[in-house]
């Protein structure tokens, strides 16, 4: 029993010489987050883009009366617009 308070007290002792550590970014981490801020761009303005243009294609499809290949462009540019969407909020909440 004389063993198990020995051990208590010398842990006391040392947790009380750890002070309460104040959290510092990394050295290079401002430019980290400038560089994961211009590709969540764009990564934005690429899946806007994709829409855009799969929306054109969609409507010169319709207009011309050829196959509809564009329904898929569309599904495709959505899908990866959420998954892209959902990356750069993980990354985020990681990175802050």
Do not use: C
């Amino acid at each position: 029993m004389s063993m198990l308070l020995a051990v208590h007290d010398a842990y006391g002792q040392f947790l009380a010489q750890v002070g309460n550590p104040t959290p510092e970014a990394p050295p290079a981490s401002d430019k980290l987050l400038k560089l994961v801020r211009y590709f969540t761009w764009f990564v934005l303005l690429s899946g806007v883009m994709g829409i855009t243009y799969a929306g054109g294609r969609f409507a010169w499809e319709k207009w011309t009366g050829g196959g509809l290949e564009s329904p898929k462009m569309v599904a495709g540019a959505m899908i990866g617009g959420i998954i892209a969407t959902s990356a750069g909020t993980i990354m985020n909440a990681v990175i802050t």
